[in-house]
């Protein structure tokens, strides 16, 4: 499928070859010249070598989802023609490095390959500049803007930007690779390429990843305090935090496992820092004993679980949504927590600033799910979204001896809605125990019995007060649709351009989209789902968690469950295809 | 020497549900006299609990406590000093979960450096579960888990401490509160991760290290010329238990000149907790790119 007004350019190679980077170029150029670009990425778990890949899907409108076919592949090597073969759209075109790859790749499109080949000698031409391959991935891109008809000077003053600090030899140099690599398509291909995409009037956007998004929004949400240890796909999360540490006055230490990652948090959180852990399923298992001793203490704690595909070591690089029912109940005994699954980049950014203030307000744990999927994609972030919109709220915290108002402090004092005024250890003439043994008012341990009804309601409540702060469900489309598709976290935007592409078939569909997905808002979302005619709820795991979730709270139950745990996320086209042909 | 201040604030309203005898009386006093004539406020400590009848102690002190989760003591205390380097943070676990369930965190916190006090209550058994075997108890030693006695040599915990860098290592025994006090004092004021591996009899089920077991073996080293400033002659005075005869008890080594990790970070971060957190700007993050 090839549409007018957007193209995928692909960028397959091997680790360390320098995909991404290319890709981020390719997408800084997409964006200055006015154009919208969804970026996601695919690679094995392997430091070098394995294939990796790059999608920048560029479009003149919004584009928040990754599709299945290629218009435009720069195959750094063999394998990448192998793997992508078969993804080309009928003429697109295949740019390979001429000398190094092994199957013939026709000019021009035939039955037996429909898409257009050109072959320029990348390497031999970084050989002849520097006597090493290294401005071969520049003369590709530069071979790419010859086929897309993309003016060299916006590539140039990139190349210049980037570089200048650097040296002016390495700016010399690619600039160089740049013409000459231009000068050898134009001289070899007289083929002239159709691409009506030169330029657009895109609004402004940051095209930021989720993990930056996550971390921004801590950042802004007051993150004082983060500890991890590396799991894939979390690590850049903590990376980005550690990068602006110094800047921000955070404390990012990586702990020797992740139980001491939560242990630190918790100890941060408790002293009164805002603190932050992160890890995915793997590491997130390990770290469920202290979630609950956020629980009994009510020590706010924000965590983040980036799934990957599970069980155990998994899919370590591939998407899924398979953790839902895992962060749910994990954790011996019964305490209030909070979970959401924001759905993009803005989400993230935003919910992670809600997840510090309800944690703070309610002094309890809040999981934020994400995934690989989410958490690597370059999604396009509005720039006239007010970044500055949520404030921080901390609670209740008591400051000095006389906010108590009685002689001794009760950390853990029975309250209306279960919410206790905290303090911080350090505050003068105010000191106070709190610990995972059950408590009395005081956070002495007590085994009595009425105490403990009387505590662990006091908890519970924690629950159901919280949930004003908890939005129903977000509505995208016709609400009175014939088909109503139910998503949450990361499967937003695929099931919203599903929706689009269904319209197109004579089918109305809508979306009901999760992002707050415990605890639920019944009052607010039961009408939503009452009204609904037909339904398919979509999710990234075997099993539908969601769907499970849908019947245990509301007694809904989907007509479908469209699954996916095959490691990649859902394509548009693949959901509306599925649809059409088993619904209607 | 004991300072004139009044010592109330020693007695709470609970009182200590340990055996009577139990050797966790003399580290709990020792701990309150080491704190008391240090003069720290109470509002500027926390004693930060394992799991198991030490972990207990915080209750029973005026000073805020935070019993954690068993063998997990010390990552929630340094994550309390790093977010308040103002704040006295102090460990009470025992030998079970500092050294069994939490081992890998009781080594990575001696080379992190972290400014806290770790107190082991080190009695060889796990008490409050029943008795059974612990990673410091002797070879033979029977329990319910070792019917045949058991089979494994004890973990040395100083020397444990020595080899993964720790800038403070020091013994004491339960049953020398005076001595204990002034070691915990040390322990409290170095700058940086300290151990206070103290000896603790289990009356109830440890029938061979008790008080009179102790109170044969124990020397003090700085009544003879050792002096605690190497590491090497350190771990050679501490494998003088292995022989289950002599109990040297002080300080067998402290480096003050190694830096604190707060004091590596103080430049750069300022304390986490003093941070105004209202209105920080994101703005350049987003558009750095």
Known sequence: ?584 | MKTKKDLSSHYTQSTPNWCPGCGNYGIWVSIKNALQELAIPEHKVVLVGDVGCSGKLSYWTHYNGFAGLHGRSIPIAEGIKMANSDLTVIVVGGDGGLLGEGLQHFLHACRRNVNIAVILHNNQVYGLTTGQTSPTSDPGYMSSTTPDGSYETPLNPSLLALTAQATFVSAGFAGNTTHLTEIMKAAILHPGFALVDAYQPCVTYNYINTYEFYSKRVYDVSTTPYKPNNRLRAMKKSMEIEGGKKFPIGILFQDTEKPSLQSQIQNRVKPLVKQPITSISVTSLFEQD
């Open chain 1, 1 to 584: 499928m090839k549409l007018d007004n957007e193209f995928v350019i692909a960028i397959g190679g091997k680790a360390g070859q320098g995909v991404l980077s290319m890709g981020d170029f390719i997408r800084h150029i997409v964006q200055d010249l006015g154009l919208y670009s969804f970026v996601w990425v695919d690679y094995p778990s392997l430091i070098k070598g394995g294939h990796n890949v790059v999608f920048i899907r560029v479009s003149s409108e919004p584009v928040y989802a990754p599709v299945e076919y290629i218009t435009y592949l720069i195959a750094l090597d063999s394998e990448s023609i192998e793997i992508h073969y078969d993804d080309m759209v009928k003429d697109g075109v295949l740019i390979y490095d001429k000398d190094s790859t092994k199957q013939e790749i026709h000019t021009k499109p035939s039955k037996k390959q429909p898409f257009f080949g050109v072959g320029v000698p990348f390497q031999a031409i970084s050989r002849g500049i520097n006597k090493s391959p290294r401005y071969a991935n520049t003369a590709a891109i530069a071979t790419l803007h010859f086929v897309l008809g993309w003016s060299l000077d916006g590539y140039k003053s990139l190349i210049k930007k980037k570089f200048k600090k650097k040296s002016q030899t390495i700016v010399d140099d690619n600039i160089n690779a740049i013409d000459q690599a231009y000068q050898y398509v134009e001289d070899n291909y007289d083929t002239i390429f159709h691409n009506t995409l030169l330029k657009g009037a895109a609004k402004p956007y940051y095209a930021i990843d989720g993990s930056q998004a996550l971390a921004f929004g801590a950042i802004k949400a007051g993150v004082k305090f983060t500890a991890a240890y590396p799991m894939t796909p979390a690590t850049p999360i903590f990376d980005h935090l550690a990068k602006h540490a110094d800047d921000y006055g955070i404390i990012a230490k990586q702990a020797e496992d992740e139980i001491s990652a939560i242990c630190m948090t918790v100890g941060a959180s408790y002293a009164g820092a805002r603190a932050l852990t992160m890890s995915s399923g793997g590491g997130f298992s390990l770290m469920v004993e202290a979630l609950g001793l956020s629980g009994i203490t009510e020590t706010p704690l924000v965590v983040i679980n980036a799934m990957r595909g599970g069980p155990s070591t998994g899919l370590p690089t591939k998407t899924e949504q398979s953790d839902l029912r895992f962060v749910l109940h994990a954790s011996q005994g019964e305490f209030p927590r909070v979970v959401l699954a924001p759905g993009d980049s803005v989400e993230l950014y935003t919910m992670i600033q809600h997840a510090f203030n309800l944690a703070d307000l309610y002094q309890l744990p809040v999981i934020v799910l994400t995934d690989k999927y989410l958490a690597t994609s370059q999604m396009m972030f509005p720039q006239d979204i007010d970044i500055n919109a949520i404030s921080v709220d901390r609670g209740i915290v008591i400051k000095k001896k006389a906010d108590i108002g009685s002689d001794t402090y009760a950390r853990y004092l029975f309250t209306k809605d279960g919410v206790s005024p905290r303090a911080f250890p350090g505050t003068r003439g105010i000191t106070f125990h709190s610990g995972s043994d059950e408590h009395n008012e005081y956070g002495e341990i007590s085994e009595d019995h009425i105490n403990r009804v009387k505590m662990m309601d006091k908890r519970m409540k924690k629950e159901h007060s919280l949930l004003p702060h908890i939005p129903k469900p977000e509505v995208y489309g016709n609400p009175y649709a014939e088909l109503t598709l139910i998503s949450w976290g990361s499967t937003k935007w695929a099931c919203i351009e599903a929706v689009e592409l269904l319209a197109k078939q004579d089918i109305t569909a809508n979306v009901l989209h999760f992002s707050y997905i415990y605890p639920f808002n019944i009052k607010k979302t039961q009408p939503l789902l009452d009204r609904i005619q037909k339904s398919v709820v979509v999710e990234n795991n075997a099993t539908g968690q969601f769907a499970g979730l849908l019947k245990q709270y509301f007694n809904f139950e989907p007509q479908h469950a469209l699954l996916k745990y095959d490691g990649h996320p859902f394509y548009p086209q693949e959901i509306s295809k599925i649809i059409h042909n088993t619904m209607f």
